[in-house]
């Protein structure tokens, strides 16, 4: 089944500056690639997701690369900002479940 | 549009005990998930119905969970007996397609089993 590995664990930027989480996928069937942020206390809210037809996608501050030869995706926050810190989540699916990665906490200090 | 709705948000129970969570997703999502999330993990799929019929319930321990969506509305997801590594939040999704596309997640319940 798939495997979604997500580094880093945790991630501390300043103010401003851009961040940076990878994500791993073990199944090539896979075609469905969204990142959630998760606040405290909150369920995952989905933030941009990508299709494997394109990529590369962007949405203001965050965009999402996807390299499927490698298997691996990426988010970008650039210009980051204090209500950016909280915990990011990859996910990969196909067909089947959507699996998700460990997460990454990201803070931002002001 | 009113989001998914989940209560209890929170519940503490003794081991062995017994405990039921339910969830009210977006009107008119056709998809219900329930997924269990472990402090500090990603949240691991439960169980996925599709109106009132089971799509996928492979990782739920049927031995002691049990889940039912009567009238493909709400749902019920229920432990019995509950055991110390059942703490965790359970989070309950919906979706408008058929694919694992669009999700939006309740607020979850915390479950504490001590």
């Known amino acids: 089944g798939e495997n979604v590995e997500q580094h880093p664990s945790t991630l501390s930027v300043q103010e401003g500056d851009s961040a940076v989480i990878k994500c791993t996928y073990s199944?090539?069937?896979?075609?469905?690639f969204p990142w959630y942020k998760q606040e405290l206390g909150k369920g995952p809210q989905l933030i941009i997701d990508?299709?494997?037809?394109?990529g590369e996608k962007k949405d203001q501050r965050i965009a999402v690369t996807l390299n499927k030869t490698a298997k691996h995706f990426s988010l970008h926050i650039t210009e980051t900002q204090p209500e950016d810190s909280a915990v990011y989540f990859c996910?990969?699916?196909?067909?089947?479940?959507?699996?998700f990665g460990t997460g990454t906490r990201l803070q931002v200090f002001p | 549009e009113a989001g998914v709705a989940q209560s209890p948000r929170y519940k503490i129970i003794e081991k062995r005990q017994s405990v039921a969570f339910w969830c009210n997703p977006i009107?008119?999502?056709?998809?219900l998930y329930w997924y269990q999330q472990i402090l500090g993990q990603g949240p691991k799929l439960l169980i996925q119905?599709?109106?009132?019929?089971?799509?996928?319930d492979s990782q739920l321990p049927k031995d002691r969970f049990s889940a039912e969506r009567l009238k493909g509305v709400d749902s019920t997801l229920k432990i019995q007996p509950a055991k110390l590594e059942d703490s965790a939040v359970y989070l309950c999704?919906?979706?408008?397609?058929?694919?694992?596309?669009?999700?939006?997640f309740g607020s979850g319940t915390r479950l504490t089993v001590v």
């Open positions: 999704a919906s979706s408008s397609t058929t694919g694992n596309y669009g999700y939006t």
């Open positions: 199944d090539s069937a896979s075609n469905y």
């Open positions: 990508i299709r494997s037809n394109v």
């Open positions: 996910a990969a699916s196909g067909t089947d479940k959507l699996i």
């Open positions: 009107s008119g999502h056709a998809t």
């Open positions: 119905f599709q109106n009132n019929g089971v799509v996928d």
